[in-house]
Every structure is written in C-alpha cells, then in structure tokens.
C-alpha cells in the first residue's frame, strides 16, 4: 500500500507570513494529490490539487508543488490570514488501492 | 443543496447499544466512503462502496456493518458499541479513479 507522511504536526505563523506544509509518499504509483481544510466541526474541504503529470498548480494564495522523483509535494500559503487557520491534510490517490491515503494532519494557527 | 449529507451529527450512547449513521450524496458519485477520525485527528478509511458493491474493507471489527442500498446512500451499522468506537465519524463520495473527494459534516458518536 501507500504510506503519506506529513510535517509538521503544528505550524504557527503571524499573519501574513508564508506557510509551508510537506508531505512525502512511497509509492511512485500514486497519480493524484488533493489537500484538503478541515475548519473546527467541519468535515474536509478540498482546497487544491495537483496530478502527477504537473509540477506546481496556484489559486490565488494557495499554491501546490510536486516532486515526483522525491515522492514529496508541499503546500504553500502566503500573506495567510486568521482564517486559515485549521487542520490540514494532504493525500495520495493510488489506483492500485483504489483510495485515498492521508496525511497525519497539520494543525496551523495564525496569529493576527 | 447539501452534497453529502450525513444523519445524524450528533450520537450518544451506552456502551453495547446498536446505532446506525446515515450518509446520502446528491452528487452522482459512483463510490462512497466511510472514514474514521479518532481524537488525534488521524482520517482512517473504514469501507468503500462503487455502485453499491463493497471494494474497500479495512481491518474494521465485524460490529461494523456498512449497508448500501443504491449508489447514492451508504449507511453505517454499529453493533454492541464501545468505548473505543468514540470518534468522527465521516462519509465520503467522489467518482471512481483519481478523482475529488467530497465529504460530509460528521458524525460525532460518543459512547459512554
């Protein structure tokens, strides 16, 4: 199967500082990589993807790199805001598996 | 216009009762999930249906009863609940293959 591990676990940043979020996956197998938002009572909402044949994707403040040959894609947040803080989890679609393997979660605080 | 909707969010309950948590999606997806997120935030993947047919089965205890009766419903059995059974209890949808997940608001069970 597949095996995601994410860092950090907790990450505080001042408002609008960058934040930096990094996972990593061991099977090159894996073609898609979804982050999800997951706000206090919600459930997780997507908030950007990224498929094994793209190198980094933008949305705005958001931002997804991919580096296949590490098995490692990061999100990036810049100028973040109160709101975004909240747990987020990345994951690795492995067709094999026929599902979703998540990330540990990182649980980010911004500071106003 | 709820796309996964899932009854009901709250659930308290004695140790050993059944109890059954209902997800419905309006999505046209053609696979739905049932995630568990424990008290460290972790998201594991109980069970997954593509048209009402089990593809997905963790190493879940048979107490746990996942029921689809079409595509668009998959509901969750719990029998002879326990302590350990306390979590957020998460249904899922996407279409089948490398494609966006979407999930539910929860099921807070609790079990005392």
């Known amino acids: 199967g597949e095996n995601v591990e994410q860092h950090p676990s907790t990450l505080s940043v001042q408002e609008g500082d960058s934040a930096v979020i990094k996972c990593t996956y061991s099977d090159s197998a894996s073609n898609y990589f979804p982050w999800y938002k997951q706000e206090l009572g919600k459930g997780p909402q997507l908030i950007i993807d990224?498929?094994?044949?793209?190198g980094e994707k933008k949305d705005q403040r958001i931002a997804v790199t991919l580096n296949k040959t590490a098995k490692h894609f990061s999100l990036h947040i810049t100028e973040t805001q109160p709101e975004d803080s909240a747990v987020y989890f990345c994951?690795?679609?492995?067709?094999?598996?026929?599902?979703?393997?998540f990330g540990t979660g990182t649980s980010l605080t911004v500071i106003p | 216009d709820t796309a996964v909707s899932q009854t009901p969010k709250y659930l308290v309950t004695q140790m050993g009762n059944d109890k059954s948590i209902k997800c419905e999606q309006n999505?046209?997806?053609?696979?739905m999930y049932w995630y568990k997120q424990d008290s460290k935030k972790f998201l594991k993947i109980m069970f997954s249906?593509?048209?009402?047919?089990?593809?997905i089965n963790e190493t879940v205890p048979n107490r746990f009863s996942p029921k689809s009766p079409d595509k668009a419903h998959l509901n969750l059995h719990i029998n002879s609940l326990e302590l350990g059974d306390s979590a957020v209890y998460f249904c899922?949808?996407?279409?089948?293959?490398?494609?966006?997940?979407?999930f539910g608001a929860g099921s807070r069970l609790t079990v005392l």
């Open positions: 249906y593509n048209n009402k047919e089990l593809i």
């Open positions: 999505l046209g997806h053609d696979t």
């Open positions: 990224i498929r094994s044949n793209v």
């Open positions: 899922a949808s996407s279409f089948s293959g490398a494609n966006v997940l979407t």
């Open positions: 994951a690795a679609y492995l067709p094999g598996g026929n599902q979703f393997y």
